[in-house]
Nanobody
Framework: QVQLGESGGGLVQAGGSLRLSCTAS????????MGWFRQAPGKEREFVAG???????YYADSVKGRFTISRDNAKRTLYLQMNSLKPEDTGVYYC????????????????WGQGTQVTVSS
């Protein structure tokens, strides 16, 4: 079992920045593909960014150029640096781990954190 815990969410004005962290514990593996998803009220959970064990990074078009995903395997921590935030970035942000490689659908991920709220005011 792998446990994931997110932190770093909060309330920020449009144009501001936040950095989210996701710490893994339990039977972790650096080979997992790690991803960030978000879910706004009344909407489906959507892929935001992903990071492979070899360091490859992948982003949703809506966040390219503004968000940066990274991870520190020694610290078992995944990060999401979010800059130039917009009100449409508001939602609960989840980190996830999967053994099936790059995936943008939540169904391909095996483990999830509890989520952290990000609210961007206009």
């Amino acid at each position: 079992q792998v446990q994931l815990g997110e932190s770093g969410g909060g309330l920020v004005q449009a144009g501001g920045s936040l950095r989210l962290s996701c710490t893994a514990s339990g039977r972790t593996s650096s080979s997992y593909f790690m991803g960030w998803f978000r879910q706004a009220p009344g909407k489906e959970r959507e892929f935001v960014a992903g990071n492979s064990r070899t360091g490859g990074t992948y982003y949703a078009d809506s966040v390219k150029g503004r968000f940066t995903i990274s991870r520190d395997n020694a610290k078992r921590t995944l990060y999401l640096q979010m800059n130039s935030l917009k009100p449409e970035d508001t939602g609960v942000y989840y980190c996830a781990a999967g053994s099936q490689g790059l995936a943008t659908t939540p169904l391909k991920y095996d483990y999830w954190g509890q989520g952290t709220q990000v609210t961007v005011s206009s």
